[in-house]
C-alpha cells in the first residue's frame, strides 16, 4: 500500500511525456491517420493500455532525469553552496541507519520533489514540441508563436524555480537529519546560503 503513492506520481509524469510525445508524433505524421470512430469504440482498452505506457514512461523519464548530473537538477549555484557536504545518497543512507521512521517522512519528500523535478522537463519537453506542431501543421502565424512562446515561458519558469527551491530544501532536509542524527546533539546544522 506505501508504494500507491509512488506509482500515482509516476503515472502523472508518465502522462505528461506521453502528451510531448503525442505532440512530437502529430508535428510529424498529423493527424488525419487517427480514426476517431475506432477510439470511441476501444476507449476502455486503449485508456487502460494508457495507462499501462504511462507507468512505463514514468519510470524511465524518471530514471533518466535522475541519472543527470545534480548540477542540472538543482543549478550550479547550489552546488557550489553544498559542496562540503556528504553526497545526498550517503545522507539518505545515514538516516535510514539511524533512524528508519525519519527516513520514510524524507522519501515522502524525495518522491515528492521527483514529481517536481519531473515535471519541470516534461513542461518544457510539452512546449517545445507545440510550437513544433504549431509550424508544422498549422503554419507560421506571428500572434500564435508570441503567444505560445509567452505561455511556454511562464509555464516552464512556473516549474523551474519551484522544482529548483524544491531542490534545495530537499537538500536541508537531508542535511538537517544526517547531522541531527549523527551529531552530538549540541552543534546546529549549518546553513548553506539560499
Not at 164 to 192: C, F, H, I, V
Amino acid at each position: 500500500m506505501k508504494d500507491i503513492p509512488i506509482i500515482f506520481e509516476l503515472v502523472i509524469v508518465g502522462f505528461e511525456v506521453l502528451a510531448w510525445i503525442f505532440l512530437l508524433v502529430l508535428a510529424l505524421f498529423g493527424y488525419q491517420w487517427i480514426d476517431l470512430d475506432f477510439v470511441t469504440q476501444w476507449a476502455t482498452q486503449l485508456s487502460f493500455g494508457l495507462l499501462g505506457l504511462a507507468y512505463m514512461f514514468g519510470l524511465i523519464f524518471d530514471k533518466a532525469v535522475s541519472s543527470l548530473p545534480f548540477g542540472w537538477i538543482v543549478g550550479h549555484g547550489a552546488v557550489a553552496e553544498t559542496a562540503d557536504l556528504p553526497s545526498p545518497l550517503l545522507m539518505r543512507m545515514q538516516v535510514l541507519a539511524k533512524n528508519p521512521d525519519i527516513y520514510a517522512e524524507l522519501q515522502k519528500r524525495i518522491n515528492q520533489h521527483r514529481l517536481v523535478r519531473s515535471t519541470v522537463f516534461n513542461f518544457a519537453l510539452i512546449s517545445l514540441s507545440a510550437l513544433l506542431f504549431v509550424f508544422t501543421r498549422i503554419g507560421f502565424n506571428l500572434r500564435l508563436f508570441v503567444l505560445l512562446v509567452f505561455l511556454s515561458t511562464i509555464f516552464v519558469s512556473l516549474t523551474f524555480f519551484p522544482g529548483r527551491q524544491s531542490a534545495r530544501t530537499l537538500m536541508l532536509e537531508l542535511q538537517y537529519a544526517s547531522e541531527a542524527l549523527g551529531g552530538s546533539g549540541n552543534d546546529r546544522p549549518k546553513t548553506p546560503m539560499v
